[in-house]
C-alpha cells in the first residue's frame, strides 16, 4: 500500500514540475510579447494558460486520491495539503502571464525596450517560479528561503519601472494610455513574484509544519 502511495507522489511531485515549467513558458511568451506581439504568439499564449488550468485539474485529482485511497501520516498530509495551495498560486500565475500578452499590443507600439526593466522583472520572476516548484519537489527550504529573498529584487525592479514610466511621460516620449498599461504589466510581474513567494512559503510549510 505505501509502496502504491510512493508512485503516486511522484507522479505528484512530477506533475507540479510540468505546471512551473508551463508557467516559466508562459511568462516567457508574455514578455516576448511585450517587444514584439503576433497573433499568433498571443495564440500561443492562451494555449499554454489553458494547459495550466488542466494541470491544475490533474494535480488536484492526484491529491484527492491520496487523501481519500491511502492512508497519508502527517507529513505526507502536510505535501498534499500544500500542492493544493501551491497550484492555486501557480494557476494565479499564469493568469497574470495572459494579462500581461493582452496588454502587449498597446505596449509593442511604444516601443519600450531597452527604456524600462520589464525584461529584467520578468527574469528574475520566471527564476522564481522555477525555484519555488524545485525547492517543494527537493524539499530544500533553504532554495524556498531563497526565493522569498529574491521578492525584492523584483520588487526593486518594479520600483524603477515606475520611476521611468514618469520620466517617458515627462520627455514626451509616453502617452498616458501606454504609461497606464506598463505600470498594470510591471504590477503583473510584481504580483506574480508574490505568488512564487506564497509557493515558498507553502514549501516551509510542508517541511516543517510552520507557514512564512
Known amino acids: ?18 505546471m512551473g515549467s508551463l508557467c516559466e513558458e508562459i511568462i516567457s511568451l508574455a514578455t516576448q510579447a511585450l517587444g514584439s506581439y503576433t497573433k499568433e504568439l498571443g495564440e500561443k499564449v492562451s494555449k499554454v494558460g489553458a494547459k495550466i488550468d488542466e494541470e491544475e485539474r490533474t494535480i ?5 486520491r491520496l487523501l481519500l ?5 502527517a507529513t505526507d498530509l502536510r505535501n498534499i495539503s500544500a500542492a493544493l495551495k501551491m497550484i492555486s498560486d501557480l494557476e494565479r500565475v499564469g493568469d497574470y502571464a495572459v494579462d ?9 507600439k511604444a516601443q519600450l525596450s ?3 526593466h520589464l525584461s529584467e522583472m520578468a527574469l528574475a520572476a520566471v527564476d522564481m517560479v522555477k ?37 517617458l511621460i515627462r520627455d514626451g ?5 501606454a504609461a497606464l498599461d506598463l505600470g498594470m504589466a510591471a504590477k503583473y510581474f510584481e504580483r506574480i513574484g508574490d505568488h ?3 509557493v515558498a512559503e507553502w514549501v516551509m510549510y510542508a517541511q516543517t509544519g510552520e507557514k512564512g
Request: net charge negative; charged share 30%.
Open 1 to 18: 500500500m505505501r509502496e502504491l502511495f510512493e508512485e503516486q507522489l511522484l507522479l505528484l511531485n512530477q506533475e507540479l514540475t510540468e
Open 60 to 64: 488536484e485529482t492526484i491529491c484527492m
Open 69 to 73: 485511497r491511502q492512508q497519508p501520516v
Open 100 to 108: 500581461i500578452a493582452e496588454l502587449s499590443p498597446y505596449l509593442a
Open 114 to 116: 531597452g527604456k524600462v
Open 131 to 167: 525555484q519555488s516548484v524545485q525547492a517543494f519537489v527537493d524539499g530544500d527550504i533553504r532554495l524556498a528561503a531563497r526565493v522569498k529573498e529574491n521578492d525584492d529584487r523584483v520588487d526593486e525592479l518594479f520600483d524603477r519601472v515606475k520611476t521611468e514610466a514618469v520620466a
Open 173 to 177: 516620449a509616453l502617452d498616458a494610455h
Open 196 to 198: 512564487a513567494v506564497n
